[in-house]
């Protein structure tokens, strides 16, 4: 079994920065990318970043120059620094892995942007 524990969310301003941290333990085989999805009220779950094993990144058109992904593979972990974050970012944010046998999801964390 795998478990993702996701950290870093909270109330902050518009402008402000927050980092987000997803560290994956458990039955852990090979990552094939890790990144972060967001859900707000009454949306759909969407992409925000992801980064592959080959340290290719991809990001939603909406954080593009205003986030960066980045993994530390020797603590299987990866972390979405969010910059000049905007109330239309509020939301619960994912980590999801995909792996050899499998592709899980963390529990979620809160961010909340107040204008």
């Known amino acids: 079994q795998v478990r993702l524990v996701e950290s870093g969310g909270g109330l902050v301003q518009a402008g402000g920065s927050l980092r987000l941290s997803c560290v994956a333990s458990?039955?852990?085989?090979?990552?094939?990318?890790m990144g972060w999805y967001r859900q707000a009220p009454g949306k759909q779950r969407e992409l925000v970043a992801t980064?592959?094993?080959?340290?290719?990144?991809r990001y939603a058109d909406s954080v593009k120059g205003r986030s960066t992904i980045s993994r530390d593979n020797a603590k299987n972990a990866v972390y979405l620094q969010m910059n000049s974050l905007k109330p239309e970012d509020t939301a619960v944010y994912y980590c999801?892995?995909?792996?050899?046998?499998?592709?899980?999801w963390g529990q979620g964390t809160q961010v909340t942007v107040s204008s």
């Open positions: 999801h892995t995909v792996m050899a046998d499998d592709d899980y």
């Open positions: 458990g039955s852990i085989f090979e990552i094939y990318a």
């Open positions: 980064t592959t094993s080959g340290s290719s990144t």
